[in-house]
């Protein structure tokens, strides 16, 4: 196990405090939340019962197989929790997420829940958002002109359609991700908007306003908690 894992799986092990017995809960995507599925297997066993919003097929096949059931977003009144990781986040609590390709569902299940706890190794922790390439859904139909329109504004270095086999990567929902490297994302909500007005965009992975605290795990066992709001 390297370190980063021996960090995910400790940030697992404390947000497993968060869950009670018998409620529903967003579950999102990524390593860091497959450690908390493997840490909740044990207690499945023991018979603690659990109901999962998940936010991919990969999570709902992961929570399915150690015997948590699986519900609908449409099928639940209220979602009082949601439990995921990310890519990059700031001192504020804005995201960067969807580097697994899951931003779509992800971005939903997190709209819906009262809140969103981010569970995440130190690496993930920066001052600006946009050393990662900011994932952007999109419509397959078009996506040159998207990507032509989003390198146009000039702020984007590089817009490159993710790839999987020597094949474009293709979502849960169907869609093409286009993975756009800006550096530095000076101000995440007005770019959030600019990409959401460009037609044959469908999600970005700018998470803001979203996550309401978060689980950060340091290599000597630390696990600090920030709260946004
Ligand atoms: C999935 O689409 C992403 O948003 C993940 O939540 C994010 O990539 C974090 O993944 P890891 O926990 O694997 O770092």
Same mark, same amino acid.
């Given at each position: 196990m390297t370190e980063v894992d021996i960090i995910k799986r400790n940030v697992a092990r404390h947000a497993l405090d968060l869950i009670e017995p018998g409620m529903t809960i967003g579950l999102g995507t990524g390593s860091t939340v497959e450690w908390l599925i493997k840490e909740l297997a044990e207690r499945v066993a023991q018979g603690f019962v659990l109901t999962v919003v998940p936010t991919s097929l990969?999570?709902?096949?992961?929570?399915?197989?150690?015997?948590?059931?699986?519900?609908?977003?449409?099928?639940?009144?209220?979602?009082?929790?949601?439990?995921?990781?990310?890519?990059?986040?700031?001192?504020?609590?804005?995201?960067? $997420?969807?580097?697994?390709?899951?931003?779509?569902?992800? $971005?939903?299940?997190?709209?819906?829940?009262?809140?969103?706890?981010?569970?995440?190794?130190?690496?993930?922790?920066?001052?600006?958002?946009?050393?990662?390439?900011?994932?952007?859904?999109?419509?397959?139909?078009?996506?040159?002109?998207?990507?032509?329109?989003?390198?146009?504004?000039?702020?984007? $270095?590089?817009?490159?359609?993710?790839? $999987?086999?020597?094949?474009p990567f293709i979502t849960d929902h169907g869609h093409y991700i286009l993975d756009c490297n800006y550096e530095r994302i000076s101000n995440p909500m007005e770019l959030d908007l600019f990409l959401h007005n460009i037609p044959g965009v469908v999600e970005t992975g700018l998470f803001i306003h979203l996550a309401t605290r978060a689980l950060i795990g340091f290599p000597d066992g630390r696990v600090e908690e920030r709260k946004f709001r």
């Open positions: 990969k999570t709902a096949e992961l929570v399915r197989k150690i015997g948590i059931s699986v519900v609908d977003l449409n099928d639940v009144d209220a979602l009082l929790l949601t439990i995921d990781g990310a890519d990059e986040i700031d001192p504020f609590g804005q995201l960067i $997420k969807g580097g697994g390709g899951a931003l779509l569902q992800e $971005k939903i299940v997190a709209a819906a829940s009262q809140e969103l706890i981010i569970i995440a190794d130190y690496t993930k922790h920066v001052t600006q958002l946009g050393q990662f390439p900011l994932p952007v859904e999109v419509i397959p139909f078009g996506y040159k002109n998207v990507a032509k329109r989003i390198l146009a504004s000039g702020e984007c $270095k590089s817009c490159i359609l993710r790839e $999987k086999a020597d094949a």
